[in-house]
């Protein structure tokens, strides 16, 4: 049943093949025939009860959105990525962390095996070693062309002392793609002194984990309008 603890995804009806019924009365028949429809709609209630119930506290049921299953992809860079001034450079990634019906091979973006409009998430560790402030932009291409709207501007601190300037940059945007399409991070730098910088874990002066140069995620949002 759709609705116990076990069941990690919506179970979908399958209407019953009733018989035909006989030319004379018979108890039988008609007790199979209830009993069929019978199993039929409770199959269907206990469906969407899930899909559309609320939870009950002191009960193994969940929300409906618990038991639904969209595409997803979340990957990251675990090494530094440099620049040359003034150039598109394709971001590259080289761990996938989740993914669902989407395809990462970490040098063509993320590729959906659905179409739909998905949410493209990102978070970038810029590090800058020069005394002086610079920019640096990011932007996505689907297919290999410039996506509208999506481009950020940022600018990365300057160095302070022995430490470099560090930036967290963060953006999302919603995407239009059909079954197959792909998309890209590009980025680009005002000077060499910035760069994605990483962090492996450390245990000392406090044990804190691995710090990636890049995350990138990929959200199902919803199938694409008529």
Known sequence: MATSKNITRLVTPVAPRLLGSPVEYDSRYFEQYSNALRLYFNGVDSTFSALLGSPKTGTPLHPGGSYLNFPYAAI??????????????????????????????????????????????????????????YDAWIWLRLNGVDSPGTGSQFTIPSKHGSENGHLIAAANFYVQMNAGDYVDMFAAVSSATVFMEHYVAQTTPFAMPSIPSVVATLSFVSSIPA
Do not use: K, M
């Open 76 to 133: 990251q860079r675990t090494t530094d990525l440099t620049f040359t001034v003034d150039t598109a450079t394709l971001v590259t990634f080289d761990t996938v962390d989740f993914i669902n019906d989407c395809v990462s091979t970490g040098s063509n973006g993320i590729v959906v095996n659905n179409a739909g409009i998905y949410n493209y998430q990102y978070s970038v560790q810029w590090a800058n070693t020069d005394s002086q402030e």
